[in-house]
């Protein structure tokens, strides 16, 4: 199969997915950005900002509790922030269910330590176009995007304790 201009279409493609990256773990137009400060309210009431979290490294995660790999995702990152929170890792969990107690119950079926916050207008979800379940910002201690992950897969546990590793470092 070719294209117009004579460019068979399976190099094209291939070009795409060299270029851009693989699927599901980083975006290099959001990657090195600074990370849009937000407010949200968390389940125990507690107003938590972002920019407060400087100097540490941060996992911004965006779930939702109809979301079948954030069932997965949830304990892993609880396991990552037990080991990590000591040397200086923070996890949000950002839902975005439009009601508190779906999350709540969740949250507390799955035993979470880190703080979940509720985000049901989908205001900050905007703000970072969140556009597939679950997202994940890992965020440096100077405050900009390192790393963007869609989805949750087995690949996926090796990345995040690599990042965090090399991001706890700096």
């Known amino acids: 199969m070719k294209t117009a201009g004579g460019t068979p279409l399976l190099i094209l493609l291939a070009l795409l997915v060299v270029l851009t990256g693989p699927v599901g773990f980083a975006d290099s137009e959001q990657e090195r950005k600074k990370a849009s400060d937000f407010t949200l309210k968390s389940l125990s009431g507690k107003n938590i900002k972002l920019g407060e979290l400087r100097g540490r490294v941060v996992l ?33 969990g950002v839902n975005i269910d439009k009601t508190t107690s779906q999350a709540s119950q969740m949250s507390g079926a799955l035993g979470l330590s880190f703080p979940i916050l509720l985000d049901p207008a989908g205001k900050i979800s905007g703000l970072y ?3 597939s379940m679950p997202t994940t910002f890992v965020v440096a201690k100077d405050g900009t995007i390192r790393h963007v992950h869609w989805g949750f897969g087995p690949d996926d546990t090796g990345r995040y304790e690599s990042e965090i590793r090399s991001l706890l470092k700096e």
């Open 60 to 92: 911004v995660n965006f779930w939702a509790t109809w979301c079948t790999p954030c069932k997965e995702e949830l304990p892993f990152f609880n396991s990552l922030y037990q080991r990590y929170k000591g040397l200086g890792l923070e996890i949000l």
């Open 129 to 131: 176009q969140i556009r």
